[in-house]
């Protein structure tokens, strides 16, 4: 049996992010290297935008064409706020 020293504890929930490119697979094979770094540029400045560091989310994962992120639930608001602004392109 395990001993604690302190109350059992739940985790921290996380607020997940993620961003893709739509149709990318139309996309030229010589364009195709591109693709991460864009989407992580967009990302990062969406991010400014709405005063979320880029040192605070805490995984990350690409996907190809996009990328997966997991942040602290407290920054579920400004993650939203990152959303809304970025439909309205």
Do not use: W
């Not at 094979?29 to 935008?49: M, T, Y």
């Not at 979320?52 to 993650?79: C, K, M, T, W």
């Amino acid at each position: 049996m395990r001993q604690t020293n302190g109350p059992s504890l739940m985790p921290e929930h996380c607020a997940l992010l993620t961003a893709d490119t739509i149709e990318s697979g139309g996309t030229q094979p010589e364009h195709l290297d591109s693709i991460p770094r864009l989407v992580e540029k967009v990302v990062a400045e969406a991010s400014i935008e709405v005063g979320i560091g880029e040192d605070v989310h805490r995984n990350e994962q690409f996907s190809g064409d996009g990328l997966l992120r997991a942040y602290p639930s407290q920054y579920l608001p400004a993650l939203i706020d990152l959303v809304l602004r970025s439909t309205r392109c």
